[in-house]
């Protein structure tokens, strides 16, 4: 089963949810907000992708944070990703041996149908 992370206001995560949709894909939505991800589980995604393409340093929740005013090594931005979900790049796309991250729609394509 493929499972998408994200939140439903996010149009990142609107887009893959209408590919999905669209593609007749069978997915599970966890929604981060509602169901924040356990440190584990941010850990098992930086084993798949690199700490700073996981680290939204464009969204909201990083300038209401002043992030930008700290210089974050890949550590403590891990740190900040298991104590703020919300600084995590969406959508993030679970299949059983590998993770995305981002939007792209053309490696979609590619690997799910």
Not at 81 to 93: A, D, G
Request: aromatic share 10%; with cysteine.
């Amino acid at each position: 089963m493929i499972k998408v992370y994200g939140i439903k206001t996010c149009g990142s995560v609107r887009k893959a949810l209408k590919f999905f949709k669209d593609n007749n894909i069978e997915i599970e939505f966890i929604d981060i907000r509602k169901n924040p991800l356990e440190c584990e589980t941010i850990h098992s995604f930086a084993s798949y992708i690199d700490v700073d393409k996981l680290f939204n340093n464009k969204g909201t929740k990083y300038r209401q944070l002043e992030l930008k005013n700290f210089n974050l090594d890949k550590n403590a931005k891990l740190e900040w990703l298991c104590k703020e979900n919300m600084l995590l790049k969406r959508p993030i796309i679970q299949t059983s041996d590998t993770i995305l991250c981002g939007v792209d729609e053309k490696l979609w394509s590619d690997l799910f149908q």
